[in-house]
């Protein structure tokens, strides 16, 4: 079958760096998304990999590792806006993206 | 940029009346869009993969002549909830492909509320 795993709450400090890690198993792979989700609204894009490693985009970075379906997404500087539920949701052999169910993301003062 | 709206953004009705949700592309020519459905606290569920001119592909367990889909022009489409029920009552959410340069990044709408009663 296909499934994410990825811890269902997390909390960090203002200012702060946080990593937030994805497991995954799906039926082929095209690449991997990021998507950021605020209470009662709908996803944004964040981030694609689809090969391995690093990319860095601002504040937000994410890693692939296809050998061992495994992801992060890194928040750096944390801002009180960050707090969200974080999606990760790799995409199968059939182009469809596999969704779990994120991780809610709380920032403190 | 690559914007989606929909419209409208909530939308109250009756049990038994039947509500239509427009998705719209506005600065870009959609090849594919997508249809979820979000239950409070769960993971986005996809209902149907929808395609400009021909019928949309439904998921599993999900029944198309109670949400139809049409998709008129690369830059709308539309989900029409038929004979609503309370338990249709969820957080609707169109997504939208830009083409096969933006290597599949779904971009989604802000989403719509439905209530049923």
């Known amino acids: 079958g296909q499934n994410i795993d990825q811890p269902t709450e997390m909390t960090a400090t203002e200012g702060a760096i946080v990593q937030i890690n994805c497991t995954y198993q799906?039926?082929?792979?095209?690449?991997l998304f990021w998507y950021q989700q605020h209470a009662g609204e709908a996803p944004t894009f964040l981030s694609y990999n689809v090969l391995d490693g690093l990319e860095e985009k601002g504040r937000f970075s994410s890693f692939l590792s296809r050998s061992k379906g495994y992801s992060y997404l890194l928040l750096k500087e944390l801002q009180m806006k960050d707090s969200a539920s974080y999606l990760c949701a790799p995409m199968d052999s059939n182009y469809q993206l596999i969704w779990g169910a994120g991780t809610k993301l709380i920032i403190k003062p | 940029g690559a914007v989606v709206s929909q419209h409208p953004s909530w939308v109250i009705c009756k049990s038994g009346t039947s509500v239509k949700i427009e998705c719209r592309s506005l600065?870009?020519?959609?090849?594919?869009m997508f249809w979820y459905r979000q239950f409070p606290k769960q993971s986005l569920m996809l209902m149907a993969t929808?395609?400009?001119?021909?019928?949309?592909?439904?998921e599993q367990g999900v029944e198309k002549d109670k949400f139809l889909i049409n998709h008129a022009s690369l830059t709308l489409s539309t989900l029409t909830v038929t004979s609503a029920h309370p338990e249709d009552s969820s957080f609707y959410i169109c997504?939208?492909?830009?083409?096969?340069?933006?290597?599949?990044?779904?971009?989604f709408g802000p989403g719509t509320r439905l209530t049923v009663l």
């Open positions: 929808s395609n400009e001119g021909s019928k949309a592909t439904y």
């Open positions: 997504s939208a492909i830009r083409g096969l340069a933006d290597t599949d990044t779904q971009y």
């Open positions: 799906t039926s082929g792979f095209n690449g």
């Open positions: 600065d870009f020519q959609a090849t594919t």
